[in-house]
């Protein structure tokens, strides 16, 4: 049998096309090694090939067994777990909106869901290495128009306080959640941008911590908004710190982590600080909050102070401090199932990718419960427990990041490091 007749009844047993490049080279590739075995033995070149296919055993069995091997698995159970998640949230305003009718079940949550929904199918359709490929152009030109876009936002909410009606008619829109929910879904394009600039030496790494971090910079200065600055940065420095470990910028590690890091922490801390000192009137203050609980009497009414930042707080008060602290755990379990899941991803740039998402909800996660013990690590009003807390952008966030996610994972095994390379050389 010649090998080409062997390797193309191997790929008839394989049901994944998308692995048929993949398997074909490593195929032939073996071939050739074992034939150029038997030619330096002394056997005629032209047996050397029929004697290498030989070798390599039944055709189908090899196809089938490379058919389980590279057969796409999708993260049912990291789905089913957000859903879980959606129906906990669900139930909790349900609940609560007795009391507090700001958590009632409206279209608008309705509208939110179907949001999330559309961007999971989405992202979970497209390949995720489109990141890498085009990030090194499109990620600038991505923060450039979303800084523009807030800006104009801003101007445009400034106008509509005033009453001015002459402008864009776009006041109603939340700058504040559209700037922050924003910073989150350029997440993998950052991530893209510093795959791309791996091996540029102290230049390009140099280049990844202004790129990454002058725009939110803008945005904080204009907007007043430390909260983008605060999620930005931590982002920013996760990302950078994994391309540091994995050594693409060929800088010694521990120059690049204190380059990196002094920085980095100056601006959480500083954004941090000046969140909660400028919050502590607002709802997240740990005096509010035992008052409260204690029921005592508090000057902020009830129902604006339980609201999709504050579920766990209302749990803790009508179900009790048990009920609470296993809702605290189900949150944190979630990014860390996911975790567990990216062991799976083999490619240095999905797990990249990976990381980023799980840290991103990692953040909300500890930021949600930190601020309803009232440790107000920023306003309240932008923590959201991933699936949890109903809006149309966070639930546009979170639907993104898992979508990528399982994009990732279904794709874990058909973009070896080396093929990846490829990819991107071309563009």
Not at 47 to 59: H, I, L, R, S, Y
Not at 235 to 248: D, G, R, T
């Amino acid at each position: 049998m010649k090998k080409d007749e062997f390797i193309a009844n191997v790929l008839e047993q394989v049901r994944c096309k998308k692995t048929h490049d993949i398997l074909r080279a490593e195929l032939s590739a073996h071939i050739d090694d074992q034939a150029e075995a038997f030619e330096a033995v002394g056997l005629p070149q032209e047996q050397c090939e029929e004697e290498a296919v030989k070798t390599m055993g039944d055709a189908v069995d090899i196809g089938l067994k490379l058919d389980s091997a590279h057969r796409p698995h999708f993260p049912f159970i990291a789905v089913l777990c957000a859903a879980a998640l959606m129906l906990c949230g669900i139930l909790i305003r349900v609940f609560l909106a007795e009391n507090y009718p700001l958590l009632s079940v409206g279209s608008h949550d309705i509208l939110a869901v179907f949001v999330g929904i559309v961007c999971f199918t989405i992202f979970c359709c497209i390949d995720y290495t489109i990141f890498a490929r085009l990030s090194k152009k499109a990620y600038p030109l991505a923060a450039v128009l979303f800084t523009v876009m807030l800006i104009i936002l801003r101007l445009d909410y400034i106008a509509y306080s005033n009453g001015r009606t002459d402008f864009f008619f776009l006041g109603r829109l939340n700058y504040a959640l559209i700037g922050f929910y924003g910073c989150i879904m350029l997440v993998p394009f950052m991530c893209g941008f510093v795959y791309r600039m791996r091996g540029k030496a102290m230049v390009g790494f140099l280049i990844c911590c202004a790129v990454l971090t002058v725009p939110a910079l803008i945005l904080c200065c204009f907007t007043h908004n430390f909260a983008i600055l605060f999620i930005n940065t931590l982002n920013a420095w996760s990302i950078i710190l994994f391309a540091l470990k994995k050594e693409w910028f060929s800088i010694r590690k521990r120059l690049g982590y204190l380059i990196v890091s002094i920085p980095a922490a100056l601006l959480i801390l500083s954004s941090a600080a000046y969140e909660s000192v400028s919050s502590m009137n607002n709802h997240g203050n740990i005096s509010f909050i035992w008052d409260f609980l204690m029921d005592k009497g508090t000057t902020i009414e009830d129902g604006w102070f339980i609201d999709d930042s504050m579920l766990l707080l209302g749990v803790i008060k009508y179900f009790g401090i048990l009920s609470g602290v296993v809702l605290g755990i189900i949150m944190l379990m979630f990014p860390l199932m996911l975790k567990i899941f990216s062991h799976r991803i083999h490619s240095s740039f999905g797990r990249l990718l990976a990381s980023s998402v799980i840290f991103v909800f990692t953040v909300q996660v500890v930021c949600y419960i930190a601020s309803n013990i009232g440790i107000n690590m920023f306003y309240a009003s932008y923590s959201s427990a991933p699936f949890i807390s109903i809006g149309v952008y966070s639930y546009a966030a979170w639907g993104m990041l898992l979508g990528i996610f399982a994009s990732i994972y279904l794709r874990s095994d058909l973009f070896p490091e080396r093929k990846l390379d490829r990819i991107t050389k071309a563009y």
